[in-house]
């Protein structure tokens, strides 16, 4: 177990040794600001399986982590801002990957917020308990207002003399599914009727891990509690009722979602933009979100059958990072950048799942 690990370590596993990266599409991406051109060099780095999972963290924190990583000699920066991995950054880098490999986020943060979640189960669970004791009071957790608003809608929902019971066995179904060290750690932060918790740091010191570790972990601990609870509601109601009110169905932004389905129905954008009441350029920017995020999606109904042979020699000699539409254009006048973008992205690998 690397429990040394920090969050600049983490970084790592997004950098390469032959490719010079941006460190902004890494942050963007970390904190879950959603644009197509996010989006794009984040499939290409390998971040959608990571989206959003530090909507909190700082520009300043990010900085200071690529320091110190260009101050172990793991980086090399050019003076736009864009970082190389050396050859000890490389050696490094497989360690990262294959600790951060136990670890299943699948993009989950395309559809939710993990901390709502978690913040949302704890608020959860407080009132249940203080409810099992009939105790009115008490000091509740004190989160966002949508969060606060969900757990009492939950609980007066539910209320019930078998409440606690029926909660207390769900959660237990869902401990059985984890180890048994994992689920220790997953409910020793959660504060009942006389049971404060404990803190990260008292769980950083007993499980002898760095603070980036534990949130690691309990992220995915969480990640792991949103699966359980969405794939059966038959068994586990309410804490499918806990997790529901924060998922999306679709990884697309609803906007995007709509204009997709508008496209897949009657396959013409200048319609579609008529019927949404918006511009060309944001429906093709709708469509190029469909293209990132759906693995299924029909480029063949956009991009042309065949290139000339002298655009398919051009891009067949580059990576997809290497294309750049001034040279393709050059070769091609009537290929437009919506259709570059597309191909780039038919062509090139996009990890969906870590």
Request: overall charge positive.
């Amino acid at each position: 177990m690397k429990k040394d690990l920090t969050f600049s370590d983490f970084l790592l596993q997004f950098l390469s040794t032959e490719e010079w990266r941006r460190p902004k599409v890494l942050l963007n991406n970390l904190i879950g600001r959603r644009t197509v051109s996010n989006l794009f060099w984040g499939a290409q780095y390998g971040l959608l399986p990571f989206f959003n999972l530090f909507s909190k963290l700082s520009a300043d924190d990010f900085e200071l982590a690529l320091k110190r990583l260009h101050k172990r000699g793991l980086i090399e920066s050019q003076q736009d801002g864009k970082v190389l991995l050396t050859k000890t950054g490389k050696q490094e880098q497989k360690s990262v990957i294959d600790y951060i490999s136990q670890f299943h986020f699948r993009g989950i943060g395309l559809h939710t917020n993990l901390n709502n979640i978690q913040q949302c189960l704890n608020l959860v669970i407080q009132i249940t308990s203080e409810f099992s004791y009939q105790n009115n009071r008490y000091y509740p957790l004190q989160y966002s207002g949508q969060t606060m608003a969900r757990a009492k809608q939950w609980f007066v929902k539910n209320r019930s003399i078998e409440l606690p019971r029926k909660l207390h066995a769900e959660l237990t179904d869902f401990l059985l599914t984890i180890p048994a060290d994992e689920a220790n750690a997953f409910t020793n932060s959660m504060i009942g009727h006389d049971d404060f918790g404990l803190t990260d740091q008292q769980i950083e010191t007993a499980l002898n891990v760095t603070p980036f570790n534990w949130k690691l972990r309990s992220l995915s601990l969480v990640a792991a509690f949103v699966k359980w609870a969405s794939a059966d509601s038959d068994t586990h109601f309410l804490c499918q009722q806990i997790v529901s009110p924060w998922l999306t169905t679709s990884a697309l932004s609803t906007s995007s979602a709509l204009s997709y389905q508008l496209y897949l129905k009657n396959t013409n954008l200048k319609a579609v933009a008529n019927c949404r009441r918006v511009k060309l350029n944001t429906i093709k920017e709708h469509l190029l979100e469909a293209a990132i995020l759906t693995p299924s999606f029909p480029f063949q109904l956009i991009l042309p059958n065949k290139f000339s042979s002298d655009l398919e020699t051009y891009l067949g000699a580059r990576t997809i990072n290497q294309w750049q539409f001034d040279e393709v254009s050059k070769l091609d006048s009537q290929f437009s950048f919506f259709e570059f973008r597309l191909l780039q992205i038919e062509r090139g690998h996009i990890q969906y799942a870590n």
